[in-house]
């Protein structure tokens, strides 16, 4: 089984900046494709970016694209989140995902493996 271990999450200002981590812990197995999502109270899961398992190509929603960039290390088992220009409306928890492509894990249904979610707050 595929264990997604995250990382990075908390507290921070708006207009700052925080990275989230993920880590596969199956470190031979390096063809999934990896993403993020969101979720905030009371509101559905939220796609936020996804890239593919070679780290080539990459989605981000319309509301975090310019501000968040997604990117893979060179081993393919870890993906990162760098979030910048932080806004209150970022606040949620923020959730590790992996799949068969990075087209298809826009879509929560086509996701395979979840990570435990962290919590990230944007405050003003």
């Known amino acids: 089984q595929v264990e997604l271990i995250e990382s990075g999450g908390g507290l921070v200002q708006a207009g700052g900046s925080l990275r989230l981590s993920c880590g596969n812990s199956?470190?031979?197995?390096?063809?999934?494709?990896m993403g993020w999502f969101r979720q905030a109270p009371g509101k559905e899961r939220e796609f936020v970016g996804s890239?593919?398992?070679?780290?080539?190509?990459?989605y981000y929603s319309d509301s975090v694209k310019g501000r968040f960039t997604i990117s893979r290390d060179n081993a393919k088992t870890t993906v990162y989140l760098q979030m910048n220009s932080l806004k209150p409306e970022d606040t949620a928890v923020y959730y590790c995902a992996a799949g068969r492509s990075s087209s298809s894990i826009r879509n929560a249904n086509y996701v395979n493996y979840w990570g435990q979610g962290t919590q990230v707050t944007v405050s003003s």
């Open positions: 199956e470190r031979t197995r390096s063809g999934l494709a």
């Open positions: 890239v593919s398992w070679d780290g080539t190509t990459t």
